[in-house]
């Protein structure tokens, strides 16, 4: 491709609102531009490197058997009201009507429109196990939309389903597609790990997550420092390992606490460490109000309480309904007398305390000596975030955290949507089933940014090979010179007949603004076509090892060959 001819508008300076790396270098190097708050459109270079990244997908996902397809992004309402997810999907789905006051939903997902499908066309076990995929655009209304690509509310995903008759064949392809995302990944240039995690609004249970790590991730892993467990932080275990200590139980005594509403606060007050007080947080699980209990020193878990009672929603309950309920606001309840239609729970380190202090439900009073199963009785699970440095729960080291960009996620759905959307085949005695399910996607814009995050230097793009928008950047530094242009031309048809993918800057700018233009580009051979030409020399620069030669027009596709 001729430089002159196509449309790479590079900048010189960083966008104001562009805080991840991705989204800085992305737009100075010409390859996005925003159309509106998190909606892209990708110019030539971003529309190359997306189309690489998916043709790497279509080969793995092709390989493990499936078939890719097409569906609509603009789905009826009726099938997001079967599965229920039409109320519980949140503000997140774009909902909006046609001219006859229909509703429809720009699709965020397409568990409902490919179940529907299977549903009416396939009805005997014949015909499973069934994988169907796609790539196609996918609409979230983000509340804030942020870090360019990795944030929108429009992006590129691709998504695929299996349908199966039994449980065991839905194992066999999750594994056969997590093993196609790990190829995918590697051979895409990331560094990136599978974790475990939450389903969230898809349904089912059994899921990974895979993670390229990045700081501008805003997901944090959890992981061994002694084997390979990794586990989003939202689902990583924490072990019931505890030891009561061998204290006397002193008798439970109330105290005031005036103006005191956080831990710390009645921490200081009462002159205890964090540790030694009871924190109570109330939710609202679905239609029931459900106190939870934890240390101070530890976070409660909204996705485990959530997990705990198998709940639609969990979400904090409004102080005003608390107050109303257990007759004092946030900052002085407690597990103690609370009134039957409330559930307790705790986590499993509170069985564990003596001699702590808790909220009293009175505004401005706690308790202090209290102590489980004599004051209060409650069931007990893990229902805290797990911390660093709390043994991994494969019993292998210690827990660690970084930063993960979720890049791709494989799912067990079960019976989910079947059960919700009467999808059902015959098995072999002609009985009806329902079908199981499994969901797997890859966020492909997503994946592009990620890869910018983990290849860039000295703030420029450095592609791995295998997504660059070319090959190799050609570059003529004085096309007015017979001696430049002729070889420049005569390399770049030789290229071009190698097979070689190369992007020839043949235009009549000054050399510093074609070495800079480079640098944003990211290519990651750079052939420079300069003094040397008339002696058939070139300059030619590897930018991810910053290895520089001189070569011979003659040695120039080895040297290239070489090197791809």
Known sequence: MRQSKTFIPTLREVPADAEAISHQLLVKGGYIRQTASGIYSYLPLGTK???????????????????????????????????????????????????????????????EVTTSLVRDEL?????????????????????RPRFGLLRGREFIMKDAYSFHADYESLDEAYNTISDAYHRIFKRVGLNFRAVVADSGAMGGKDTHEFMALASVGEDTIAFSDQSDYAANIEMAEVLDQGRKPEAEALPLEKVETPNVKTMQQVADYLGHTLEEGLKAVVFKVDDRLVMVIARGDHEINDIKVKNHYQAQMVELAAEAEVKEVLGAGFGSLGPIDVPEEIDVIADNAVKYTVNVTCGANEDGFHYKNVNPERD???????????????????????????????????????????????????????????????????????????????????????????????????????????????????????????????????????????????????????????????????EVKFRDTEQEAISHENDLLDQIADYL
Request: aromatic share 8%; with cysteine; charged share 30%.
């Open 123 to 143: 009805n005997s076990y014949k015909k499973l196990p069934l994988t169907v995929y796609q790539i196609q655009t996918k609409y979230r209304d983000e509340q």
């Open 376 to 538: 209060f009785q409650v069931q007990y699970a893990d229902l805290r975030f797990i911390q660093a440095g709390d043994p991994s729960p494969d019993g292998q080291g210690t827990i660690q955290f970084a930063e993960g960009i979720e890049i791709g996620q494989v799912f067990k759905l079960g019976e989910f949507y079947a059960d919700k959307m009467q999808a059902t085949f015959l098995d072999e005695q002609g009985k009806a089933k329902n079908l199981i399910m499994g969901c797997y996607g890859i966020g492909v814009s997503r994946t592009l940014a990620a890869a910018v995050e983990q290849h860039s230097k000295e703030g420029a793009i450095v592609w791995p090979k295998s997504i660059s928008p070319f090959q190799v950047h050609l570059i003529s530094l004085n096309p007015k010179k017979d001696e430049q242009r002729e070889l420049a031309d005569r390399l770049y048809e030789r290229l071009l007949e190698a097979g070689v993918d190369v992007l020839y800057d043949d235009r009549k700018e000054r050399a510093g603004v074609k070495f800079a233009d480079s640098d944003l580009i990211g290519i990651p051979v750079r052939v420079t076509v300069g003094k040397r030409a008339a002696d058939g020399e070139v």
């Open 49 to 111: 490197v997306l189309r690489k990244i998916e043709a790497i997908i279509r080969e793995e996902m092709d390989r493990t058997g499936a078939s890719e397809m097409l569906m609509p992004a603009l789905q009826p309402a009726e099938l997001w009201k079967e599965t229920g997810r039409w109320k519980v999907y949140g503000p997140e789905l774009m909902r909006l009507h046609d001219r006859n006051n229909r509703e429809f939903a720009l699709g965020p997902t397409h568990e």
